[in-house]
């Protein structure tokens, strides 16, 4: 029998403890209206959003947040590039939510389509919220489920012709707990587990493997990936308020999977605000991964293996990320229904760097050429450039 | 099964825990600066994009927030 039946009954049974101490009332945020512009630029991809957000309660206790985001992706990422393919897509997103509120326990509902010509999802989340023990610990539980179509453009980027390949299903445990410390610090703990199963694997790219009947000294092929993947994830962060008004935090996750994989996430964040008008932010975040069991750079011949990926989201590789972000607030003293405004600048600057993914596009596979014997071409590596603009209303 | 109820005894326990920060302490954390993510959408794409290039996913935060400053 199953282990994740029991599991679930256990988590329920810990649910219904906890929901005993209920006491007082949680309140909703504050309705708000956003209009957000992003920019990717890195890794020859281009990519903007656009998005607009509305939160609005309808009584004290019940409120809906609508989201509308669209991003419109032209170029395409080194190993899809080596395959000779070029993309220029958009993908489209729609978001409700609904929260409701009764006494100290937050109950949220939502549902989240997002559909590009070559893929569709439709995702369904459930969370429950519980604030105890004086409003000092704050206890989440969470479901998603996630059913994803997957296809594939055998066409061109303006004249596409979608080959459906199949589906994946996702899902997804969330548990949360949220701890005041002291007046000045709070912490929280979360751990999300992942079930996939399906078509999991990124189409448009390819193994390579050696083939000495060819100039270039390998050919490409067919990726093969198992059709399960399992993940968990546990992330740890505090946040402490400084003496002078200003706020520094720091938050550590530890990622595996039944890929083999494991990766390692660290942030460090400050806060500044100045007067009561600017607030002012810097972080600072590095990741780290090691490569999928599955995953090689090039393997000896096509077939040597189960399960063959070059997908360079599996290989061994860091990031490091600087980024600043400036809020300047107006209109303090309202105006018509709003209370008050913010506009915020985010900019970041990413650098990736790959231990085992070599950069054949830019070395080998044009005519000019790089004289690499295959396998010794340069590790690939880019910097990403993101930055967002977003104006928020508060009614 | 024991542990279970050992658990649960803990638990409810706690119920009668007084909160060692007091609500008219709670001013600093109540603060703007010390929310976790003033702003979903940023938020939501910024996970996003990490989630697309790296192969770790899930865990970035706890919904709902949690100050307990209501």
Redesign the interface.
């Known amino acids: 029998m199953s282990t994740a039946p029991r599991q679930f009954s256990?988590l329920a049974?810990?649910a219904t403890?906890?929901l005993?101490?209920v006491a007082?009332?949680?309140?909703l945020p504050d309705d708000r209206a956003?209009v957000?512009y992003?920019s990717?630029q890195g890794g020859g991809m281009d990519i903007t959003?656009e998005?607009v957000?509305v939160r609005k309660k309808f009584t004290e206790n019940f409120a809906l947040e609508g989201?509308y985001y669209i991003d419109k992706v032209s170029g395409a990422s080194v190993d899809v590039l080596s395959n000779a393919s070029v993309i220029k897509d958009e993908r489209k997103q729609k978001s409700i939510s609904v929260d409701y509120i009764h006494d100290?326990t937050?109950y949220?509902l939502s549902y989240t389509n997002s559909v590009e010509r070559d893929y569709i999802s439709n995702t369904t989340h459930f969370?429950l919220?519980q604030?105890?023990?004086?409003?000092?610990?704050?206890i989440?539980l969470?479901f998603t489920n996630s059913d994803d179509k997957v296809g594939e453009n055998d066409g061109t980027a303006f004249k596409p012709i979608i080959t459906w390949l199949g589906h994946a299903q996702s899902r997804?445990y969330?548990g949360?707990?949220?701890?005041?410390l002291?007046?000045?610090l709070?912490a929280?703990?979360?751990?999300?587990?992942?079930t996939d199963q399906g078509f999991l694997m990124n189409p448009y790219r390819s193994i390579r493997y050696l083939d000495p009947t060819v100039p270039l000294g390998y050919s490409l092929g067919t990726q093969v990936y198992p059709n399960t993947h399992t993940?968990?994830?546990?992330?740890g962060?505090a946040?402490y308020?400084l003496p002078y008004?200003?706020?520094a935090?720091v938050s550590y996750?530890y990622?595996s999977?039944t890929?083999g994989?494991r990766?390692n996430?660290v942030e460090v964040d400050y806060?500044q605000?100045l007067s009561n008008i600017w607030?002012l932010e810097g972080r600072v975040r590095h990741?780290s991964?090691n490569h999928?069991t599955f995953y090689s750079d090039l393997f000896p011949f096509a077939g040597s293996q189960n399960f063959e990926a070059r997908d360079q989201?599996?290989a061994a590789?860091t990031?490091t990320t600087v980024g600043a972000k400036v809020t300047y607030a107006f209109l303090p003293e309202g105006w018509k229904i709003f209370k008050r405004g913010t506009v915020?600048a985010?900019l970041?600057r990413i650098q990736?760097k790959y231990g085992d993914f070599r950069d054949i596009k830019e070395f080998n596979d044009t005519p000019a050429g790089g004289n690499f014997a295959p396998g010794t071409e340069p590790l690939y590596g880019f910097y990403a450039t993101?930055y967002?603009i977003?104006l928020?209303m508060f009614f | 099964m024991t542990l279970g109820a050992i658990g649960s005894a803990v638990l409810l326990g706690a119920c009668s825990i007084q909160p060692w920060v007091k609500p008219y302490e709670r001013d600093r954390l109540a603060d703007p600066i010390m929310s976790w993510d003033r702003d979903a959408i940023s938020g939501a794409y910024v996970d996003h994009i990490y989630e697309s290039r790296e192969a770790s996913r899930g865990a970035t935060g706890t919904a709902g927030g949690g100050c307990g400053c209501n």
């Open positions: 256990r049974a810990l403890v906890l005993v101490c007082g009332a949680a309140v956003d957000f992003s990717y959003g998005s957000l989201n100290k937050q949220n969370s919220s604030d105890m023990f004086g409003d000092l610990t704050t989440t969470g997804s969330q949360g707990l949220s701890q005041v002291t007046r000045n709070i929280s703990a979360s751990l999300e587990v992942i993940s968990t994830a546990v992330e962060r946040k308020y008004r200003a706020a935090s996750r990622y999977d890929w994989i990766g996430t806060t605000p607030i990741y991964q999928a989201d599996l590789s990031n915020t985010d970041s990736f993101v967002q977003y928020s």
